[in-house]
């Protein structure tokens, strides 16, 4: 059973993975973390990332927690724009750039970092995806810890807070596949599907929305909350599918999430809470993903994006979709796309 997912690898494998993966990269800092900051200014202030597609979303995804951590300015922009209409930004002194081993960017780069992932075979990333917002989280931390922003004493509690979100994320991808079971039927015939949470989770808001919309082919929409009251709501039908993201931040943002998740259960059954809080749900309707609570928000999105990751999977099969075989699999050589 093994061989044959490492020599079929399907996107759930790499679901699977993402655990021991991420593991991998926690026990190996600080040691690459440091080789890859070794060309970098000794006092960093502004941090430039450019990416592509799930990529930038994974960016965006840790952008917040670099900032906080290590008290750096971390712009994220997508390559083909920045390179194509933006003007170079003379603050700007680092920049991290994706991309795959032995490319010619690489080859011109100061430094790597190897996210220990390989070479994903499936057309929908997952296991990279994690793994690009861990190793950026961790050249923050290293950063901060060498420019003394951070005390050995803080470096090694975000560590073992890292360490311990890791250990859940197995059991994450268990609770997600016993939720979809439960409402196989429901998410399976959902003809629209909406992720609504606080700004700190735009990151995964924005991959929700990639890779529902790649993979199951149907209206998806990954929304802050800000964005969902100043005019998302008013897509809202009967047959809508909701998925209300719960996390310990500030208080009134969570409270004005309920308000919201309450009026719109007027409009549509399909309301479902995926909740990091540790907290039981203000209405107990069966509808609720309890996961391990996340203290820290700015570290959330790392089991936060494992439910719809597992969600995906299971519903495109569910609906017959076949996802070695990518739909429109001739539009990057026939648009020409590099």
Not at 295 to 305: F, Q, R, T, V
Not at 307 to 316: D, K
């Given at each position: 059973?093994?061989?044959?997912?490492?020599?079929?690898?399907?996107?759930?494998?790499?679901?699977?993975?993402?655990?021991?993966?991420?593991e991998r990269l926690l026990t190996?800092?600080?040691?690459?973390?440091?080789?890859?900051?070794?060309?970098?200014?000794?006092?960093?202030?502004?941090?430039?990332?450019?990416?592509?597609?799930?990529?930038?979303?994974?960016?965006?995804?840790?952008?917040?927690?670099?900032?906080?951590?290590?008290?750096?300015?971390?712009?994220?922009?997508?390559?083909?724009?920045?390179?194509?209409?933006?003007?170079?930004?003379?603050?700007?002194?680092?920049?991290?750039?994706?991309?795959?081993?032995?490319?010619?960017?690489?080859?011109?780069?100061?430094?790597?970092?190897?996210?220990?992932?390989?070479?994903?075979?499936?057309?929908?990333?997952?296991?990279?995806?994690?793994?690009?917002?861990?190793?950026?989280?961790?050249?923050?931390?290293?950063?901060?810890?060498?420019?003394?922003?951070?005390?050995?004493?803080?470096?090694?509690?975000?560590?073992?807070?890292?360490?311990?979100?890791?250990?859940?994320?197995?059991?994450?991808?268990?609770?997600?596949?016993?939720?979809?079971?439960?409402?196989?039927?429901?998410?399976?015939?959902?003809?629209?599907?909406?992720?609504?949470?606080?700004?700190?989770?735009?990151?995964?808001?924005?991959?929700?929305?990639?890779?529902?919309?790649?993979?199951?082919?149907?209206?998806?929409?990954?929304?802050?909350?800000?964005?969902?009251?100043?005019?998302?709501?008013?897509?809202?039908?009967?047959?809508?599918?909701?998925?209300?993201?719960?996390?310990?931040?500030?208080?009134?943002?969570?409270?004005?999430?309920?308000?919201?998740?309450?009026?719109?259960?007027?409009?549509?059954?399909?309301?479902?809470?995926?909740?990091?809080?540790?907290?039981?749900?203000?209405?107990?309707?069966?509808?609720?993903?309890?996961?391990?609570?996340?203290a820290d928000p700015y570290k959330?999105?790392?089991?936060?994006?494992?439910p719809f990751q597992v969600l995906?999977?299971?519903?495109?099969?569910?609906?017959?979709?076949?996802?070695?075989?990518?739909?429109?699999?001739?539009?990057?050589?026939?648009?020409?796309?590099?």
């Amino acid at each position: 059973m093994i061989l044959m997912m490492m020599n079929n690898p399907t996107m759930l494998s790499y679901i699977r993975r993402e655990q021991p993966v991420l593991e991998r990269l926690l026990t190996n800092y600080p040691k690459q973390i440091t080789a890859a900051l070794t060309a970098t200014p000794d006092h960093p202030q502004h941090w430039l990332i450019l990416a592509t597609g799930s990529r930038l979303n994974a960016a965006n995804t840790a952008r917040l927690y670099m900032q906080k951590t290590a008290a750096l300015q971390v712009t994220i922009a997508a390559a083909d724009l920045y390179v194509t209409y933006e003007e170079a930004d003379p603050s700007v002194d680092v920049v991290i750039v994706t991309n795959q081993k032995s490319t010619a960017l690489t080859a011109m780069a100061d430094a790597t970092c190897d996210l220990l992932t390989g070479k994903e075979s499936v057309p929908y990333i997952t296991l990279s995806f994690q793994a690009i917002v861990l190793t950026l989280m961790l050249l923050a931390v290293r950063s901060a810890a060498l420019q003394a922003r951070l005390t050995e004493l803080a470096v090694n509690q975000e560590l073992d807070e890292f360490s311990f979100l890791i250990e859940s994320m197995n059991p994450t991808v268990q609770r997600a596949n016993d939720f979809y079971r439960k409402f196989t039927i429901d998410f399976t015939n959902a003809p629209q599907f909406t992720a609504i949470g606080a700004n700190v989770l735009a990151g995964t808001l924005t991959e929700m929305q990639a890779k529902f919309t790649e993979i199951l082919r149907v209206p998806t929409h990954g929304y802050s909350l800000a964005s969902f009251t100043h005019g998302g709501f008013m897509g809202t039908h009967e047959d809508h599918c909701q998925f209300y993201l719960e996390i310990n931040t500030d208080p009134a943002v969570m409270t004005q999430l309920q308000a919201v998740k309450t009026y719109e259960s007027r409009l549509t059954p399909h309301i479902y809470t995926i909740s990091l809080t540790g907290d039981q749900p203000t209405v107990n309707d069966d509808q609720t993903l309890q996961l391990e609570a996340v203290a820290d928000p700015y570290k959330a999105p790392l089991l936060a994006i494992i439910p719809f990751q597992v969600l995906a999977w299971f519903i495109a099969k569910s609906r017959g979709i076949n996802l070695n075989h990518p739909m429109y699999a001739d539009f990057q050589a026939a648009t020409k796309l590099k």
